[in-house]
């Protein structure tokens, strides 16, 4: 008999990996969520093949998917949490990388470190890789200043964030996961309502 395929995180999995794995029912196939920003951005850099995508751009594309991901799941897709910054939220590591482009498209995916392979998803991650294609059809055809405003419009974690502070945030202030988490998940019951009345 043939086992079969079970696909996770290890942080998902952690409670119960070593006694499924004891058994012979369960091939176990552990993911590298989370990835670091910078590899979804990678996998949005290749969509967007050959004209490029620009810093802010990518910026934004990152932070949806993180949000659409704690719709749906309990832990983050990323090793790291988007900071409330002025134009929006923004993930510190990816702006040191990505910064040195400015506003000029970014065609080729991007390494952290100069003798590294770029970080990218696992090719056989199809849970995060069929978000970034998910995220990619639904926001593409945003520019970059109107993924911004939507990203801190007046509802949004952001914003949330912000008026918590008095609009006057500290440096390195994370937008916390249950914010987040809590309007993605609206989104995705106004999602499912609209299309349950378009049936």
Same mark, same amino acid.
């Given at each position: 008999?043939? +086992?079969?395929?079970?696909?996770?995180?290890?942080?998902?999995? +952690?409670?119960?990996?070593?006694? #499924?794995?004891? =058994?012979?029912?369960?091939?176990?196939? @552990?993911?590298?969520?989370?990835?670091?920003? @910078? +590899? @979804?951005?990678?996998?949005?850099?290749?969509? !967007?093949?050959? /004209?490029?995508?620009? %810093?802010?751009?990518?910026? $934004?594309?990152?932070? #949806? /998917?993180? &949000?659409?991901?704690?719709?749906?799941?309990? %832990?983050?897709?990323?090793?790291?949490?988007?900071?409330?910054?002025?134009? &929006?939220?923004?993930?510190?590591?990816?702006?040191?990388?990505? $910064?040195?482009? &400015?506003?000029?498209?970014?065609?080729?995916?991007?390494?952290? #470190?100069?003798?590294?392979?770029?970080?990218?998803? *696992?090719?056989?991650? *199809?849970?995060?890789?069929?978000?970034?294609?998910?995220?990619? &059809?639904?926001?593409?055809?945003? /520019?970059?200043?109107?993924? =911004?405003?939507?990203?801190?419009?007046?509802? =949004?974690?952001?914003?949330?964030? +912000?008026? !918590?502070?008095?609009? !006057?945030?500290?440096?390195?202030?994370? #937008?916390?996961?249950?914010?987040?988490?809590?309007?993605?998940? !609206?989104?995705?019951?106004?999602?499912?309502?609209?299309?349950?009345?378009?049936?």
């Amino acid at each position: 008999m043939n +086992a079969r395929v079970l696909t996770c995180t290890k942080e998902y999995c +952690a409670s119960w990996l070593e006694e #499924i794995t004891r =058994s012979k029912e369960w091939e176990v196939v @552990l993911m590298p969520v989370p990835y670091t920003p @910078l +590899a @979804l951005a990678n996998e949005f850099i290749v969509y !967007s093949s050959p /004209s490029g995508v620009e %810093h802010m751009k990518l910026q $934004k594309l990152v932070y #949806i /998917s993180y &949000g659409w991901w704690l719709s749906v799941f309990d %832990h983050p897709v990323l090793s790291e949490a988007p900071e409330v910054w002025k134009h &929006g939220p923004v993930f510190p590591s990816l702006y040191h990388v990505l $910064k040195e482009h &400015g506003n000029m498209p970014i065609r080729n995916v991007q390494q952290a #470190i100069f003798n590294r392979p770029p970080d990218r998803v *696992d090719d056989n991650d *199809d849970e995060v890789l069929s978000l970034v294609r998910w995220v990619w &059809g639904k926001y593409r055809h945003m /520019s970059s200043f109107q993924l =911004s405003d939507l990203t801190h419009e007046t509802g =949004s974690p952001w914003q949330i964030t +912000a008026e !918590s502070h008095g609009y !006057s945030v500290p440096r390195h202030t994370p #937008i916390p996961d249950y914010t987040i988490k809590a309007h993605y998940q !609206s989104l995705l019951k106004e999602q499912l309502h609209e299309k349950t009345m378009a049936n």
